[in-house]
C-alpha cells in the first residue's frame, strides 16, 4: 500500500520537476512547481512527519510560491519575449546534471542502509516542539533574527528608484 | 517490496538533478530560483527520510523545518533583489548581469 | 744676561710683525706714512741690537764662565723632530759675531728704509717695498740666530724668498722678472748641495746644532773623505747665495731691482749670509775641503775683478765688486782665517752700502739712468753723494785709517803668512796664486772703483740734457752721511767690530779647544796647524813668539803691507791716469781688435752667461719643449680615445640595455598580459557560467571520492 502511493506521489513530484525544468513560460512553471511541491508534502506524511507537511504547505505553497507569482506579476513587461538559453548552454547543463545524478546513484546504490522499522509514535509534534525549545534554542532564536533582517532587507532593496531631475 | 530508504533517496537525487539543470537553463531570474527551491526540497526529503529511518530524535524533522524557513526568507530576498534588478535594468533576463566581468 | 732672550725674540719678531702689519694696511697707508712706519720699525731693532750689544758686552763681567762677552755663547736649544735616533733641534747660538752681525744688519736696514722713502716716491707698490724689506730683516736675524742647521736653511730659504720679492719688485720690467727668477733658481743649485751637505753631517754626527756637530766631528768622527765631500756641499750652498764662481751669474743681473734693496742685500746682508754659514760651519772643514773653498774664492776674486774693470753700468760694475769681495771673504775662510773673513763681511756691510746708495743718489737725479756714458761731472749737481762715493771707494780700495784697510790686511797678510807655510811644505809652487791673486786684486781694485767715480762725477757732462735737472735729494744724503761714518771707523780698535769678531773666537773654543789636536777655530789651524792668530801692523799687540811658525806669520803680515800698502794710491792714480777724459783712451785702445774682444769679453761677464745658456738652459728648454711635444701629440690622443672608446662603449650598453633588457622586461610583461587576458575570460559575468563550472568539478570531486571509496 505504501509503496503504491510512494510512487504515485513521486510520480506527481517528478512530473512537476521535469516541468519546471522544460517549461518556457514562467507562470506555467510556477504551477508545475505547485504540483511538485503539493506531493513533496504527501511524501511527508507518509514519512510520518505531518507537521512538516503542514508547515511546507503552508509556508512554501501559502508563502513563498505565492510570493513567486507576486514577483512574477511585479517584473513582467509588456510584450515578454521568451528567454531561451542556447544549444551549447543546454547540453552543458544536461551534462553536469546528469554526471551529479550518476554519481548520486552510485552512492546511494553502493551504500547499504541499516533497515529499521520504527514505530510511529503517537504524537509526532511534541518531540519536535521540544526540540525546537531545548536543543535547537539557538538556532530557532537566530532563525528569528534572521527574519527580521530578511524583512529589513528585502523591504530596502526592493525600494523605488528615485529618478535623477535631468 | 516495503518502502526502503533508498526509495526516498534516489527520488531526492532526481529532483536534486532536475533543480541543478533548471538553475542553469533557466534565464529567466525566478526560473532560476525555482530550480533553487527545486534543490531545498530535495534536500528536505533527504532529511526527513533519514530522520523516519533513524533513531527517535527528531533532528531531521528539525533540520527541515528550518530549511523551509530559511528558504523562504532567501526568496523574499531574492524576490527584492530581482525587483530591484529589474528596476535598474529594464529586463528580467540574467544574461544582462554581466557587470562584474574581469 | 736674562733679559738677553726677549730682546732676541722680539729682534726677531717686530719686523714679522712690521710686514705682516704693513701688508695688512698696505692700501690703507699712503706714500709716506708706510715708509714712517717701517722706519719706525728699523729704529726700534736697531734700539734693540745696541740693547742687546750692551747687555752682552756688560754679560759675562769678564768671568769666562758664564755667557757673554769674552765668556761663553748663550744657547737656547728646543727639540722640534726626531727620526730614529737622531733629533732635529731648533737651536738659538748667540756668541759675539751673533751680536755684532745684528747691529751692522739692523744699522744699514735703518739707513736704507729711511733712504727709500724718498728714492721710491711715487712708486705705485710703496708701502709693499717696505714691508718685503722687514721680511727681510725678520729672514736674515733668524739666519744670524740660528744654531743649528735645519734652523738656519729655513731661513736661508726664506731670506732666497726674500730677494726674489726684492729683486722683482719692479716686476712690469720683463729684466726684473727674469732677473728674480735667475737669482732664485741659481740660488736653488747651490741649496741642493747644501741640504745634501747637511743630511750627510747630521746622519754620521747624530744632530743638527751647531754645537753638537762640532763636538761631536772629533768625539766621533767621520771619514776624512766623507767629511770633505759633506763640506764642500755645504760650501755650495754659500756658492750660491754669496755669487762664487761658478753661479756668480746671478748677482749682476739682480740689479735690475730698486737700489735700496742692493744696497741691503746684495752687498750688506744676504749675500753675506753665505760666508756667514762658512764662518759657523768652520770647524767642520777638512783641509782639502779649505783648500777647494780656497780655489773657488780666488777664482771668483779674479772674475769679480776683471769683469768690474769693463762694465758700463754703474750699478753691475758695483755688483761684479761686490762679486770681487765675496771671494775676498771665501779665500780668507779657505786659508784657515776666521777674523779675516767675517771681520772684512762687516767692513765690507758698511762700505758696499754706502757706494750703492751713493749710486742710487745718482740714478734718482739722473731719472733712473745707470749707465756711465751717461754720467759725467755730477760733482757740481751732487756734491754729498760724490764725497760719500769717494769715502766708500777709499774705504774699499784699503786707504789707511779706513775700515777696509785694516780687514783687507788681515787677510792678505794671513794669505802670505799660508803661502810661506805651503811652500816650507814643499806644496806646489801653484799654490802661490792664492797669495798672489788677492794682491793683484789690490791694486785693481781702486782701479775700477776710481774709473767709477771719476767717469761719474768728474770732468765734463756727457749728457747735458740729462744731468741739467740733476738735483741732489737732501733726505737720500742723511744715510750716506751716517753710512760714510761707520766706513771709516768699523775699523778701529776701539769700535765693538773688530774685538766682537775676535772675542766669537775665543767664546766658540768652548766648544772645539776641549780638542787641542784637532782643528780650531783659531785661522791657519788646520791647514797647516799653527794655533795663533795673525795680527795687524797698527797694533802693538804682543803675541806669543814660542813657536817658530809664529815667526812666519808676523813675516807674513810684514810682507802684505809691503805687498799692497799703496795698492790704492797706485790704483787710483792708474784710474784718473786712464779715465780723466773719460772714454776717450779706452775708445782709442779699442780700435785694436784684441783689446776690444778683451772688453768685449769682460763686459759680458766672460760670457758665463751664453754659456749656461747653450749648456744648461737649452737643454732643459728642449727637453721641456719634447714632453710638451709628447704630452700633445701622444698622451692627449691617447686619452681622447680612451674617452671616445668610453663613450662608445655607453653607447653599446645603452642599446643592449634598451634593446635586449628592456626587451625582456617588455615581453615578460605582455605574456603576463596576455596570460591574463585568458585567465579574464573565466570571469565573464555570467552567473550560470559559474554555476555550471561548480556543478561539474563537484560532480568530478564526488566521482574521484566514490572511485576511492567503493
Same mark, same amino acid.
Not at chain 1, 519575449?81 to 554526471?99: D, K, Q, T, W, Y
Not at chain 1, 539557538?138 to 528569528?144: I, M, N
Given at each position: 500500500m505504501d509503496v503504491a502511493l510512494f510512487y504515485a506521489l513521486a510520480a506527481l513530484v517528478v512530473a512537476g520537476a521535469i516541468g519546471v525544468v522544460t517549461g518556457r513560460h514562467i507562470v506555467r512553471?510556477?504551477?508545475?512547481?505547485?504540483?511538485?511541491?503539493?506531493?513533496?508534502?504527501?511524501?511527508?506524511?507518509?514519512?510520518?512527519?505531518?507537521?512538516?507537511?503542514?508547515?511546507?504547505?503552508?509556508?512554501?505553497?501559502?508563502?513563498?510560491?505565492?510570493?513567486?507569482?507576486?514577483?512574477?506579476?511585479?517584473?513582467?513587461?509588456?510584450?515578454?519575449?521568451?528567454?531561451?538559453?542556447?544549444?551549447?548552454?543546454?547540453?552543458?547543463?544536461?551534462?553536469?546534471?546528469?554526471?551529479?545524478?550518476?554519481?548520486?546513484?552510485?552512492?546511494?546504490?553502493?551504500?547499504?542502509?541499516?533497515?529499521?522499522?520504527?514505530?510511529?509514535?503517537?504524537?509526532?509534534?511534541?518531540?519536535?516542539?521540544?526540540?525546537?525549545?531545548?536543543?535547537?534554542?539557538?538556532?530557532?532564536?537566530?532563525?528569528?533574527?534572521?527574519?527580521?533582517?530578511?524583512?529589513?532587507?528585502?523591504?530596502?532593496?526592493?525600494?523605488?528608484?528615485?529618478?535623477?531631475?535631468? | 517490496?516495503?518502502?526502503?530508504?533508498?526509495?526516498?533517496?534516489?527520488?531526492?537525487?532526481?529532483?536534486?538533478?532536475?533543480?541543478?539543470?533548471?538553475?542553469?537553463?533557466?534565464?529567466?531570474?525566478?526560473?532560476?530560483?525555482?530550480?533553487?527551491?527545486?534543490?531545498?526540497?530535495?534536500?528536505?526529503?533527504?532529511?526527513?527520510?533519514?530522520?523516519?529511518?533513524?533513531?527517535?530524535?527528531?533532528?531531521?524533522?528539525?533540520?527541515?523545518?528550518?530549511?523551509?524557513?530559511?528558504?523562504?526568507?532567501?526568496?523574499?530576498?531574492?524576490?527584492?533583489?530581482?525587483?530591484n534588478?529589474?528596476?535598474?535594468?529594464?529586463?528580467?533576463?540574467?544574461?544582462?548581469?554581466?557587470e562584474l566581468r574581469g | 744676561m736674562s733679559s738677553l732672550p726677549y730682546l732676541l725674540l722680539a729682534m726677531l719678531l717686530l719686523p714679522l710683525l712690521g710686514s705682516v702689519l704693513l701688508l695688512w694696511l698696505e692700501d690703507r697707508l699712503d706714500e709716506p706714512l708706510g715708509g714712517y712706519a717701517a722706519t719706525a720699525f728699523a729704529a726700534m731693532e736697531l734700539g734693540l741690537a745696541v740693547a742687546a750689544m750692551v747687555v752682552w758686552l756688560q754679560g759675562s763681567g769678564g768671568v769666562p764662565s758664564l755667557a757673554g762677552f769674552g765668556g761663553l755663547p748663550y744657547v737656547q736649544s728646543f727639540r722640534w723632530a726626531a727620526v730614529g735616533g737622531q733629533s732635529l733641534d731648533l737651536q738659538m747660538y748667540v756668541d759675539s759675531l751673533t751680536i755684532v752681525m745684528l747691529a751692522m744688519i739692523t744699522f744699514v736696514n735703518l739707513a736704507v728704509t729711511f733712504y727709500s722713502i724718498a728714492y721710491l716716491r711715487g712708486d705705485k707698490r710703496f708701502t709693499r717695498f717696505f714691508a718685503y724689506l722687514l721680511l727681510f730683516v725678520f729672514s736674515i736675524v733668524g739666519l744670524v740666530l740660528s744654531g743649528s742647521l735645519v734652523g738656519l736653511l729655513i731661513f736661508w730659504e726664506l731670506v732666497g724668498l726674500c730677494s726674489y720679492l726684492l729683486i722683482g719688485f719692479w716686476h712690469e720690467k720683463p729684466a726684473a722678472r727674469s732677473a728674480a727668477i735667475k737669482a732664485f733658481l741659481t740660488n736653488r743649485v747651490g741649496d741642493v748641495g747644501f741640504i745634501v751637505g747637511m743630511g750627510m753631517f747630521v746622519a754620521y754626527l747624530g744632530s743638527a746644532t751647531l754645537p753638537e756637530l762640532w763636538v761631536s766631528s772629533h768625539v766621533e768622527g767621520m771619514p776624512h773623505t766623507l767629511m770633505t765631500v759633506a763640506g764642500v756641499l755645504v760650501f755650495c750652498g754659500a756658492i750660491g747665495k754669496s755669487a762664487q764662481f761658478p753661479l756668480q751669474t746671478w748677482l749682476p743681473d739682480a740689479m735690475a731691482g730698486p737700489t735700496p734693496a742692493s744696497a741691503m742685500i746684495h752687498a750688506a746682508t744676504m749675500v753675506a749670509a753665505g760666508v756667514f754659514l762658512l764662518a759657523r760651519v768652520f770647524p767642520l772643514l777638512t783641509t782639502d775641503a779649505r783648500l777647494f773653498i780656497a780655489i773657488v774664492g780666488a777664482t771668483t776674486?779674479?772674475?769679480?775683478?776683471?769683469?768690474?774693470?769693463?762694465?758700463?753700468?754703474?750699478?753691475?760694475?758695483?755688483?761684479?765688486?761686490?762679486?770681487?769681495?765675496?771671494?775676498?771673504?771665501?779665500?780668507?775662510?779657505?786659508?784657515?782665517?776666521?777674523?779675516?773673513? *767675517? #771681520?772684512?763681511?762687516? /767692513?765690507?756691510?758698511?762700505?758696499? =752700502?754706502?757706494?750703492?746708495?751713493? %749710486? +742710487?743718489?745718482?740714478?734718482?737725479?739722473?731719472?733712473?739712468?745707470?749707465?756711465?756714458?751717461?754720467?759725467?761731472?755730477?760733482?757740481?749737481?751732487?756734491?754729498?753723494?760724490?764725497?760719500?762715493f769717494a769715502i766708500g771707494s777709499l774705504a774699499m780700495a784699503g786707504a789707511p785709517y779706513l775700515s777696509g784697510f785694516y780687514s783687507k790686511e788681515l787677510i792678505i797678510g794671513h794669505a802670505a803668512a799660508w803661502s810661506a807655510l805651503a811652500r816650507d811644505d814643499g806644496r806646489s809652487a801653484v799654490l802661490s796664486l792664492l797669495l798672489w791673486i788677492p794682491v793683484i786684486a789690490?791694486?785693481?781694485?781702486?782701479?775700477?772703483?776710481?774709473?767709477?767715480?771719476?767717469? *761719474? #762725477?768728474?770732468?765734463? /757732462?756727457?749728457?747735458?740734457?740729462? =744731468?741739467?735737472?740733476?738735483?741732489? %735729494? +737732501?733726505?737720500?744724503?742723511?744715510?750716506?752721511?751716517?753710512?760714510?761714518?761707520?766706513?771709516?771707523?768699523?775699523g778701529y780698535g776701539w769700535f765693538p767690530v773688530r774685538s766682537m769678531v775676535e772675542s766669537a773666537v775665543t767664546e766658540t773654543q768652548h766648544y772645539v779647544q776641549a780638542f787641542p789636536q784637532t782643528i780650531s777655530v783659531d785661522p791657519l789651524a788646520g791647514s797647516w796647524p799653527v794655533p795663533q792668530e795673525a795680527v795687524d801692523t797698527d797694533a802693538d799687540t804682543a803675541t806669543q813668539p814660542a813657536d817658530p811658525l809664529e815667526t812666519r806669520v808676523t813675516d807674513g803680515a810684514t810682507r802684505a803691507a809691503s805687498l799692497t800698502g799703496w795698492a790704492w794710491l797706485v790704483g787710483m792714480i792708474a784710474g784718473f791716469a786712464i779715465y780723466a777724459r773719460g772714454f776717450e783712451l779706452t775708445d782709442r785702445l779699442a780700435k785694436f781688435v784684441p783689446f776690444h774682444a778683451l772688453r768685449r769679453w769682460l763686459a759680458s761677464g766672460m760670457y758665463f752667461d751664453d754659456l749656461y745658456a747653450l749648456v744648461l738652459v737649452a737643454p732643459t728648454q728642449a727637453l721641456s719643449w719634447a714632453a710638451t711635444a709628447i704630452d700633445r701629440n701622444v698622451l692627449d690622443p691617447a686619452i681622447d680615445f680612451t674617452a671616445r672608446s668610453v663613450a662608445q662603449l655607453g653607447r653599446t650598453t645603452a642599446y643592449f640595455d634598451q634593446q635586449i633588457v628592456d626587451g625582456v622586461v617588455r615581453s615578460t610583461a605582455a605574456a603576463a598580459w596576455q596570460g591574463a587576458a585568458v585567465a579574464r575570460g573565466t570571469q565573464g559575468g555570467r552567473v550560470r557560467v559559474y554555476v555550471a563550472s561548480a556543478v561539474l568539478t563537484l560532480a568530478l570531486g564526488a566521482a574521484v571520492v566514490l572511485w576511492m571509496v567503493i
Open positions: 512553471m510556477a504551477i508545475q512547481l505547485l504540483a511538485a511541491l503539493l506531493g513533496v508534502a504527501g511524501l511527508y506524511v507518509l514519512l510520518a512527519a505531518e507537521f512538516i507537511a503542514a508547515a511546507q504547505l503552508v509556508i512554501y505553497v501559502g508563502g513563498t510560491l505565492v510570493l513567486i507569482i507576486f514577483g512574477v506579476m511585479l517584473t513582467a513587461r509588456s510584450g515578454t519575449s521568451v528567454l531561451r538559453p542556447s544549444r551549447a548552454e543546454a547540453i552543458v547543463a544536461a551534462v553536469a546534471g546528469l554526471a551529479l545524478l550518476t554519481v548520486l546513484c552510485v552512492a546511494i546504490g553502493s551504500t547499504s542502509f541499516p533497515h529499521v522499522i520504527v514505530p510511529r509514535p503517537a504524537d509526532a509534534v511534541a518531540p519536535l516542539g521540544g526540540a525546537l525549545l531545548n536543543q535547537y534554542l539557538f538556532p530557532f532564536e537566530l532563525a528569528s533574527l534572521l527574519l527580521l533582517a530578511v524583512m529589513l532587507g528585502a523591504a530596502y532593496l526592493a525600494r523605488p528608484l528615485q529618478r535623477r531631475p535631468r | 517490496m516495503t518502502l526502503g530508504l533508498h526509495h526516498f533517496l534516489f527520488l531526492g537525487a532526481i529532483l536534486f538533478a532536475c533543480g541543478i539543470v533548471t538553475v542553469l537553463i533557466k534565464r529567466h531570474a525566478i526560473g532560476i530560483l525555482m530550480g533553487v527551491e527545486l534543490m531545498l526540497n530535495a534536500a528536505n526529503l533527504n532529511l526527513v527520510a533519514f530522520d523516519h529511518y533513524t533513531g527517535t530524535a527528531p533532528h531531521g524533522q528539525t533540520f527541515a523545518l528550518f530549511v523551509i524557513v530559511i528558504a523562504a526568507a532567501e526568496a523574499a530576498v531574492a524576490l527584492a533583489i530581482f525587483m534588478f529589474h528596476n535598474n535594468f529594464a529586463s528580467i533576463d540574467v544574461d544582462r548581469g554581466s | 776674486i779674479t772674475v769679480g775683478t776683471l769683469c768690474a774693470l769693463a762694465q758700463r753700468d754703474i750699478k753691475r760694475a758695483l755688483a761684479y765688486s761686490t762679486m770681487a769681495q765675496l771671494g775676498y771673504m771665501v779665500l780668507a775662510i779657505g786659508l784657515g782665517s776666521w777674523i779675516g773673513a *767675517t #771681520f772684512h763681511l762687516l /767692513t765690507h756691510a758698511f762700505f758696499k =752700502s754706502l757706494l750703492f746708495l751713493s %749710486a +742710487g743718489s745718482v740714478l734718482a737725479a739722473m731719472h733712473h739712468e745707470s749707465r756711465l756714458e751717461r754720467f759725467g761731472g755730477l760733482w757740481r749737481h751732487l756734491p754729498v753723494t760724490t764725497i760719500a789690490a791694486y785693481l781694485t781702486p782701479l775700477y772703483l776710481t774709473r767709477l767715480w771719476v767717469l *761719474t #762725477f768728474f770732468g765734463r /757732462t756727457r749728457d747735458r740734457s740729462l =744731468s741739467r735737472h740733476a738735483r741732489e %735729494a +737732501g733726505v737720500l744724503s742723511f744715510p750716506l752721511v751716517m753710512l760714510s761714518g761707520l766706513a771709516i771707523v768699523a
